[in-house]
């Protein structure tokens, strides 16, 4: 079912692209996306704004999904790497690279506003 | 729920009352033998219509009936003080609206008060001629009495005859308790000790609830010398003769004033000379240990059982551990420092917030769910606490420890920039108590805005008070400093 709903959500906005991406890039992305968004959201609300409360200022969340994006990002480049000697697979990682990108900033958006409520010191952060 | 009604006799009177207003401001409790809490009316008397000590004193305790009436289930400023005034059934009259009572007659020169002009008797005019020298005769009243209880005895003997002390005697009610508080080494304290002892439980005395005040248990607190005064010729106050008159005051004291149920002395070598202002806006002496210590007296007496009073009169004298100029809440003595170390030391760190933090801290969750938003801190309520912090509470605690000899139980209250001061900021707190440092753990901050706002944020929900009101505000940080204080101190 998952890698299904990766591939699905990554060619709404990629298109169709070539098998390579569907059999090996998609999935491995995508699972990235969704640890990373979790493991940075559970240090984020429970370890950082759990032991401190001077980090749930709007700037310090906004930092923190800038670096799941970042990271996210460099996942696809490293996952991507070497796969393909096609002109064209260059551009389409790239392009990736930014959907990527959004989706991770989205998706750590929408832990957020599921893991804020236990954290202790940054409950109303973003809002 | 009984009352305490207290006397604050002249300048130290109401310095002494002053320090008691930060003391419950902080939390410390008055309660009775059995646990009750006590309403307290303080009333300040003061012929020196501009003694500024006695104006901010009244200044303090108008803020502070206004934070009470704020405070909710706050620990802070707990204690319910009202003036006499708000007693009367219907005010009004020459009932004085404000804590300081101020009656007629003291406008003028003492000659004009006793109608010296109007006296046909040669004998009379003589012997007070013996008894006031022409000074005494000329100086004007308002400016106080000038170190010369001779003048007062007879002028605050005025007093009995106001509506302020018709309404103190029919406000007084079985049960409740009297407490005057003067120096003696001066004009003001030194006469008036006396005569208001002598006025309370005369027979002659039929205003109100004459009999209950009569049988009321009444106790004292003379202030012995504890400073000095720069020597200046002009001056009608020298006080190198302080010691004698006190001497004299004592010796008196001994044969007339016999009717009380417990005095508390409290002196000090005299360490500080103060410049000599005799009356007036200048005579702003800064706080000194000896009136908070004064301030406590005044709490044990409320607490002592009826039944230990037995007929006999309780003397009580003050000790310190160490005899230190500077002293600390860990030199102070452990028994003393127990009544209100914790108290105060939740009251500086509220001060310290106030003064660094809260303004950046609209943030927190502390703030966010209980609607501290930054209208709240600019309201009329949350200014009044500000100013109470920031201009009385701190001022008093930088003058104490400037003062000799010193408390200075908490550091970054003095000058920015003086030697020896240590700069405390609301981000690292650790050296607040010099006594007792707070060390950091790893990844744990030291006592700071920080912890103070991680132990706000851990506070249970407030669910009684209004959301963004100064009850609902301090009732948390009331909670949240406990906690700290216990976590950092040991409670």
């Known amino acids: 079912m998952f890698p299904k709903a990766f591939t699905m959500a990554y060619e709404l906005l990629h298109g169709k692209q070539d098998a390579i991406f569907r059999d090996e890039i998609y999935v491995p992305v995508g699972t990235i996306l969704v640890i990373s968004t979790l493991v940075l959201c559970a240090l984020y609300y429970y370890f950082l704004n759990g032991l401190r409360a001077r980090f749930n200022r709007t700037g310090h969340w906004a930092t923190t999904l800038l ?13 991507s790497y070497g796969l393909s000697d096609d002109a064209n697979f260059g551009t389409a990682v790239l392009i990736l690279c930014l959907i990527d990108g959004l989706y991770a900033a989205i998706a750590f958006t929408l832990a957020s506003l599921a893991f804020k409520w236990l954290s202790p010191h940054a409950r109303y952060t973003p809002v | 729920m009984k009352r305490l009604f207290i006397f604050g006799i002249g300048g130290t009177g109401s310095r002494v009352i002053e320090s008691l207003v930060y003391l419950l401001a902080a939390g410390v409790e008055i309660r009775d033998a059995a646990g009750e809490p006590i309403e307290i009316v303080p009333m ?25 009436k704020a405070s909710g289930r706050s620990a802070f400023f707990g204690t319910k003080i009202s003036r006499l005034a708000s007693l009367a059934q219907r005010p009004g009259g020459n009932i004085s609206p404000s804590f300081w009572l101020k009656y007629k007659g003291v406008q003028q020169a003492f000659g004009n008060f006793i109608d010296y002009d109007q006296i046909s008797s040669l004998a009379t005019k003589r012997l007070l001629e013996g008894l006031y020298s022409d000074e005494n005769m000329n100086d004007s009243l308002t400016g106080g009495f000038l170190g010369n209880p001779n003048v007062g005895a007879v002028v605050l003997s005025g007093f009995k005859d106001t509506d302020d002390f018709d309404l103190f005697a029919t406000s007084f009610n079985s049960g409740d308790r009297i407490f005057i508080v003067g120096s003696i080494f001066g004009g003001t304290g030194a006469a008036g000790l006396p005569w208001l002892q002598k006025s309370l ?12 005040i009569r049988q009321a248990l009444v106790g004292a607190l003379v202030v012995l010398p504890y400073f000095k005064l720069e020597t200046d010729e002009d001056s009608h106050i020298d006080s190198n003769a302080f010691i004698t008159k006190t001497k004299a005051a004592l010796t008196y004291y001994h044969q007339h004033v016999i009717d009380l149920n417990a005095i508390y002395y409290i002196a000090d070598t005299a360490k500080k000379s103060y410049p000599n202002h005799e009356s007036g806006v200048k005579q702003n002496n800064a706080a000194h240990l000896v009136e908070l210590m004064g301030a406590l007296a005044i709490r044990d007496f409320v607490q002592i059982p009826e039944d230990e009073f037995s007929g006999q009169t309780l003397y009580h004298e003050f000790a310190i551990a160490k005899d230190e100029e500077v002293l600390t809440f860990s030199t102070l003595g452990q ?3 127990e009544v209100f170390a914790r108290e105060l030391t939740q009251l500086a760190m509220l001060a310290v917030l106030n003064r660094d933090h809260f303004d950046k801290a609209m943030h927190q969750p502390w703030a966010v769910k209980n609607g501290f938003t930054k209208f709240f801190f600019k309201t009329s309520d949350y200014q009044d606490l500000s100013t109470f912090l920031q201009k009385y509470f701190s001022q008093w605690v930088k003058e104490l420890g400037e003062n000799r000899r010193a408390f200075a139980p908490f550091a ?9 001061a240590i700069p405390i900021t609301a981000s690292d707190m650790a050296l607040l108590r010099p006594d007792l440092p707070v060390r950091s753990k790893w990844f744990q901050p030291g006592l700071s805005g920080e912890r103070l706002d991680i132990a706000a944020n851990n506070m249970r929900p407030l ?28 409670g």
């Open chain 2, 412 to 420: 970054g209250f003095g000058d920015k920039g003086e030697s020896g």
């Open chain 2, 463 to 490: 669910e009684y008070e209004d959301k963004g009101s100064l009850q609902r505000f301090l009732t948390l940080w009331s909670q949240a400093t406990r906690s700290m204080y216990d976590d950092c101190y040991g």
């Open chain 2, 44 to 68: 300040l008397l003061d012929t020196d219509a501009d003694n500024q000590d006695t104006i901010d004193s009244v200044k303090v305790l108008e803020l502070y009936e206004k934070l009470h």
């Open chain 2, 335 to 337: 028994h003393t420092a």
């Open chain 2, 201 to 212: 439980r005369s027979t002659d005395q039929r205003a109100g609830a004459a009999d209950a």
């Open chain 1, 67 to 79: 670096l799941n994006v970042l990271l996210n990002i460099v996942a696809v480049v490293w996952v």
